[in-house]
């Protein structure tokens, strides 16, 4: 076993079909599986040393200490690291976030995915892509999502300790090269977090059997879309499961409203472009007020423009489809 400074960047992803309920919420098994897309320069960049004088984990994330519930999910995954590598020590970890925290753009997603990466070559693991994105799935469960790169697959599975529920790549960046644009909406972290949202939205919404039997549904419906490279028929599946999951979420007790003005105002400009000026894009909403427009690299100015316009959209992020999370030499 060799103990050494490691450091990863792990980006974020956006889901196209959503995660939202758990078989398993200690360590993270959904009860449907999930596609997202993983986007390419926002994310977390995080630094795992190995300090044999340190009686816990150790983490600062942006230069604040980490608050006690992060605290906990992270000491999951470092204690899988440590099971694996036959040590007790534990690690001073330093993350760094490119993106705005709990805005409903999955900052934790990149976080543990990072964490799994820079955690598992810190302590000397070399680890397949599938067991690393168990591995970061132990901390949050979209993370799983993030260690590819391109177009990803979460598997639900079905066994008790999660060995099959992993994610893998189903499309690289460059096999269908949609652009991203990131319409930032609010200030501040979100009010009910997506572990808490989906607990509450399992015991109390209506909607949520028929939101798991969507999810199966969606899923395979994506995948039709993609094969296709079809922006018309993956809108129609992405939009929908986006504000099925809205709607389930609403329909808890009490309701989970993670919506803004103008994320209706950007729903109604996405379908107006679309539908009324021909162009292709598609929009996608997580736990948050922020909303992620999907477009082809022709139709991506007049798509930003028409997005940065919408009263309420405080910023836009342009980007692209990208790679998975990697070591950083020298971090
Ligand atoms: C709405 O992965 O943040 O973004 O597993 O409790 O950490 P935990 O939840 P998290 O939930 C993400 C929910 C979502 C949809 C998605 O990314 O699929």
Not at 75 to 80: A, T
Not at 125 to 146: F, I, V
Not at 290 to 301: F, H, Q
Request: net charge neutral; hydrophobic share 40%.
């Amino acid at each position: 076993m060799s103990l050494s400074r490691a450091a990863a960047f792990a980006p974020v992803n956006i889901a196209l079909t959503k995660y939202w309920g758990k078989r398993d919420h200690e360590i993270n098994l959904p009860l449907a599986p999930s596609i997202s897309v993983t986007l390419s320069d926002l994310g977390t960049l995080t630094v795992v040393q190995p300090d044999e004088s340190l009686e816990g984990n150790r983490m600062v994330v942006n230069d604040q200490p980490l608050d006690p519930k992060g605290l906990v999910k992270v000491g999951r995954v470092m204690r899988v690291v440590r099971q694996l590598a036959g040590t007790d020590v534990r690690a001073g970890i330093r993350a760094v976030n490119t993106v705005p925290t709990a805005q409903g753009l999955a900052s934790s997603a990149s976080a543990f995915a990072a964490l799994a990466k820079a955690g598992a070559s810190a302590y000397g693991l070399e680890l397949d892509e599938r067991t690393l994105s168990g591995l970061a799935r132990t901390g949050s469960g979209s993370a799983c999502r993030s260690i590819h790169g391109g177009w990803v697959l979460w598997h639900a599975g079905e066994r008790d300790d999660g060995a099959d529920s992993v994610s893998e790549q189903l499309l690289a960046p460059e096999d269908w090269p949609l652009r991203v644009v990131v319409a930032h909406i609010g200030e501040g972290p979100k009010k009910v977090s997506s572990t808490n949202g989906m607990k509450l939205s399992e015991q109390t919404s209506p909607f949520f059997d028929a939101w798991l039997k969507t999810c199966h549904q969606d899923v395979e419906d994506c995948k039709a879309a993609m094969i296709n490279r079809d922006v018309q028929q993956l809108a129609h599946v992405v939009e929908g499961n986006a504000l099925a999951m809205h709607a389930t979420m609403m329909a808890t007790r009490p309701g989970l409203v993670y919506w803004q003005p103008a994320t209706i105002g950007v729903i109604h400009a996405v379908r107006r472009l679309r539908e009324q000026q021909g162009l292709s894009c598609l929009f996608t909403i997580d736990a948050g007020p922020s909303v992620v427009v999907l477009t082809e690299a022709g139709d991506l100015p007049k798509v930003s423009a028409a997005i940065g316009a919408i009263p309420g959209v405080t910023r836009i992020t342009q980007t692209r489809i990208g790679p998975g999370a990697h070591l950083v030499p020298n971090g």
